[in-house]
């Protein structure tokens, strides 16, 4: 990429000192904390002075294979400078040294993700300059070798154990037990002996030159977009790798400079429950990093608060009255500006207040819906402004189930309700554990003593969370709200023996592997296996329902095969059924063996005699469908696996079966064999199967239509199925099953003497269909209806199969070959081309076709945005989707996208 | 179907006298026979009178539900008072009666599959007309009777056996051995019990209404369309279900009206050996079902001919000289007024010629090869109009082995060389049994008193056919040429005991499953399997070849992977390979080992250790290859097969391989259990390998590297490898590979101080990539080449499995689901649309790309003339289907059909 600009280089944006030269709305440019630093700068609020070098930078610089654009160096130089005079000091001076953080930033948050290094500018000349202007040896010195240790750890590469083993050392020699036990001459020999270390490691000394410490940094927060940590944080958002970071440099301020001195962090409604109170936590005499690491464990902003904690700490209220009133007035200035509800970062120095950073607060869904309805309520956000403001995907979290509060229970401590639902698996200790016991079926609680930024995909992996310190605001409670897990933070009571692999808690000890529950919204920890209940859906997720389908133009329908999965549908709102899965059906216990005497039939007489005995069974099963739906539509799909599903594998399990059977076990041993496939994913299923056995389709028919006459004559109702062939590919065998099903259709009604109304309409699932949609549609007998099955789609069109793909995903999505799974969200560019032609032609032959979508994507918000886009009527996806594809369907009206013609 | 016409309704075509109402071109409306009939009597030559039922009268009948169209009747009615006028008899008249042939006759010849029916007229009444006119009482009931079973068999659907048995048991009961035996009175006693037979086994009188008989005769004659051998053809070679057969309707000539009649075939130029002789056979005093039946072994017509046979019957040239000599002015006006050789069916009915049929001949590849070339030579043709006579597939038949003159043989007996060729096989004496075995891997030889249509499918089943009755001109000589399989008929010593399972010949028993050979060359049947040796391609092949490569556009290349077939690849013209599948290289004795060291390998160390030992391997295989092509492109793909297909599968062999890689048993199990996939087409293999493990990539481009590195420099001729990556769905995927390939050329230049051309392209072989085509194409670094890999495009485009597709393809071309099976010829509407999206983007993103194809139907003609249409440069296929795809490519450039641009 080469960045021109029609003006002059532009790389850096000044900010601080009531003025900006950026804003909020160049967050793609400066990154959301450079932008809002800005945004705060411009509205006259108290922020360090500072500048931010641009995302494209960042870009530049990858492009460059890591060097600066030209240009770089001049512009940051006069930034500086520009701070320097705003705070009377000077970047290297040995009088009046400035120091400097130098921090990430990208476009969305990722918390933790990237590098950041603090009191930047010390060295043996400025360390002696800060210790003599701030009167405080010790500040200085501390901060010096907390320097020395982050950037040679950051920039140097110099593991941290390094420094560690050094001070632990020095305290051991001179019996010093804690940090605060140490003098300014502890840390000058400690300064020494980190120097020393640094030299060994790298090779060189530890710079001095603060221009070289500067340009260190900035590169190696630049090359932190690229870190392990961040790369899979990206993975698990899809934020692209191309985005890139900015970079803040910004005069530092101190919240450890004493009694007067705070750090603290806060989000201006309550970001679990979306209660309209400030929530908040903050360290007296801290860096920021304190707070957020979880390490000591923070107290309460308001006096409310700390009361409803039953905390004995007082709160910043009560402690700072002046600068607390401040601040609340800083946080309603800011809410109202952004008109959301923010996560702010602040610092007290010595009685003065700096504002470090804001941002739209991560939230639980709980909370988003309640924040949307407070705030259109109050007038701040329109219904359609509080719509947009939902994540779709967070409301899978609603509908986690909670501890039933009937159920018996035995707690065993409670720390913080840091993130709600409640998750009952086993212990595991550490993130691999935790992936390794989840890949294996487990269901795993990660326990930690805190967590960190390298924890990121335990916890994806974990059902639950819980930590022995840090408070609501720590690493564990914002990681596992954004991802919708249960969390319980600052279990206080907790000691974990990770070695042992045994976590002791009030005289009990918990082995790794012993199950527990945590239940998120109490904070409870719970022995074994606690009875849950499924969710309650709460007013504001109606009110929010209720005003996505207003405005939503695609239809939502569930994937539904039983009466407990119609019944959720209903509940959860779906407009019908887009996909029945008959064989479903056939796998249940009393069928299976009708089935099987199906499978081994010698001749359709013998099959006939085994659908017979399956005839009655269906017709029951469609019969309560439609009884459930209640005249909404309903998508019943023809018989689709490989018979060979319905078959036992191998061994003394056929001899069983034959046995059942009553047919020799060497003949059903045949059977299997005959059936066995080498790729059955593209084998003898699907519409295949019936063309060789039209019995199966007209049984399948019968029982469809006999229960649509009998449902409709009982309730009243008319009762309109769609009958859905599977795996069509050619015209052809489109018109050899609609044949059976309009001639069964025919003499069930000669039968019943009703009249039925029902159309036929196959899965787009292959890529022929696409391409041939036309001529499947055409004409007074084609294909009334289009269901885009967009698993096998997506199978067939990338030529991968599901069922094998997670180790070329991983290796994939790894490598940045694929941004994100094609099976979770759909590959616009490749199977949605497929979509797009099967939709233009489908319509181009029978204008009106209804189509819909049945596969997993139904449900995935960013597909559902495409479906929109490509003009489908309706998706269809499993039951507990459901709301989210509504509010999908919701944004991508008011996103507005058109419908794009055939690419 | 609705026909209209603008004129008056024309569902019939009259013909005979010296005018026609028809001509040859209307070959479509009226049929091969028809139209030729017509344009024979336009032509003046003796065509007994008669009218055509057009094609489009059968589809009607098929619309209507088997009812003919109104106004057909008087139309009719017509046409047959028209032949009466012409041959002074009326039809259903008891003094002077008409009798007719009613004969199918559709666009494409299909020789025996549908019905006939002869002496249509007769009734109790009119046979004694006929008795009366003719003056031969048993001419006449011989005739009747024959009708009664044609008829009662054809129309009535009565068993033939029944009327066998009727005569067999009146002659047991009068002592009489054959035909000839029997008087007329025998003849009428025999007839009464026919008619009570007929009353028996319908329930209804034999009709005595001759134009009940006409209508049922049509009627039976359009219902054969749609018999199973009729079907069984058609799809055997590709011909339509919905084109339709015509009705021939016309006055019966007598070829058995005693030793002035004779009824005969001939073929204007051998259709064996294509030489310029007339080529024919005859039967004196018979009907002109025996001679083609087989069931009499008839005569030669020319005395040049009997003499080369050394028949002692004598010729029709000696026997009839007047009337030969007027059939031979006649073979001579009809061949040089179609242009083609002719086959043509005459009787003589005591001395008077009449013509029954003309057509071009079916012949074999070396006929039609030398046919043209003669005609061109004769300036009867030009080249172009040579080329376009020659059927693409059938010189297949000019590449098969043939028996080394040199090789030790035991010849059995020797029949009639009836179609080229030799082929081995083992003993079948029925066309089930044939198919069985074959389907069971096995090579048969299908051993018949005589073939009918019923033995279609068993003698394409066969690897050669062997009778024991029939001339070069019977069913079996017929079939066996058009088919290109090796055929001896006529081995009158063959004592065929089916029931028994055994053929005496000679004296020697030869049993079910015993080896023979044939020579369908010399006519000879040898004992047990003999060395055969390559063919040799004679001048005519040269000369069309080279007309060929004048005119087509597409290039054509070969799939090759070995110097043998690199070799064969030259000898055949290939111009280059177009892919080199390097796996097959990998399964060799000599090197799997390593591969399978390298599948085993714990980490990336242990993977190259054993790649360093298939380097020099590779490296060899490679430069083989390129001193053969002599500078020819060669196209080498990359590994693409999934690993698992490197490893033994179970038990014993297991361990035997363990011991061999000298790893634990336990530990190969688990990589075996680990590389399961569930459908391995779809899983881990193509690109995706080299992706997870970019070693092996680098390996085999420093194989092709320096491979081409040092034949370039031991060979002073430039060699530019063409390097393919396989399964590429992604532009992501495409550049992962593309840079190890380019690191690796630059190493090797690096290394050799050679400076290396090369290109870098990939397989177009999921829908995916042919939707993204433009995408892998773009840019400086994109995708330099194409090649279409159809065989993993038709199964992904289609859903459809290869290996498992064989019973659904079987079920839906018998249903007609599929016209043709996708993986013969290229589903052009489907798999085809991708191609053409991938050709018109990859070019829109890269002006001249060069694009190929090199799945199996790059040998298939119409899949040839298809990628001609669409714009391809170069198709690639097996090196024996070369000169297949050049004639092909030629006919497709002279039909001049321009590329499509994206539908």
Redesign the interface.
Known sequence: MTVERATKPHWVYAFGGGRADGAAHLKNLLGGKGANLAEMSALGLPVPPGFTITTEVCAAFYENGAKFPAGLTAEVDAALAHIGTSVGATFGDTTTPLLVSVRSGARASMPGMMDTILNLGLNDATVAALATRSGDKRFAYDSYRRFITMYSNVVLDVDHGVFEDILENHKNLNGQMSDTDLGPDDWLDIIAAYKQAVLAATGKPFPQSTHDQLWGAIGAVFGSWQNDRAISYRRMYDIPDSWGTAVNVQAMVFGNRGETSATGVAFTRNPSTGERAVYGEFLVNAQGEDVVAGIRTPQPLTEAARIEAGETLPSLEALMPATFGELSAIFARLEGHYRDMQDIEFTIQEGKLWMLQTRSGKRTAKAALKIAVDMVAEGVLKPEEGLLRIEPSSLDQLLHPTIDPKAHKVVITQGLPASPGAASGEIVFDSNEAKARKAAGHSVILVREETSPEDIEGMAAAAGILTARGGMTSHAAVVARGMGRPCVCGAGALRIDKVAGVVNVLGRQLKRGTIITIDGATGEVIEGQVRMREPELSGDFGTVMAWADKVRRLGVRANADTPRDAKAARDFGAEGIGLCRTEHMFFEKDRILAVREMICADDEAGRRRALAKILPMQRADFARLFEIMAGLPVTIRLLDPPLHEFLPLAGAEVDAVAKELGVDPAKLAGRIAELH????????R?C?LA??YPEICEMQARAIFEAAVAVAKASGKPVTPEVMIP?V??R??YD?LAKVIRATAKAVETETGAALTYTIGTMI????AA??AD?IAAGAEGAEFFSFGTN?LT???????R??AA??LG??VE????EIDPFVSI?Q???G??VEIGVARGRAARPGLKIGICGEHGGDPASVAFFHRVGLDYVSCSPFRVPVARLAAAQAALRGDAPKSEA
């Open positions: 496939e080498v790729n059955p994913m593209l084998g003898f699907g295949r063309i060789r795996l590919a050619y052809t065998e050899a699932e292959l890529p022929r391409l041939k001529e096998d199978q067939t069109c990338l030529g991968l199969s069922d094998d180790p070329i290796n994939y490598r940045g070959i694929f590959d560019e490749g199977v081309a497929l």
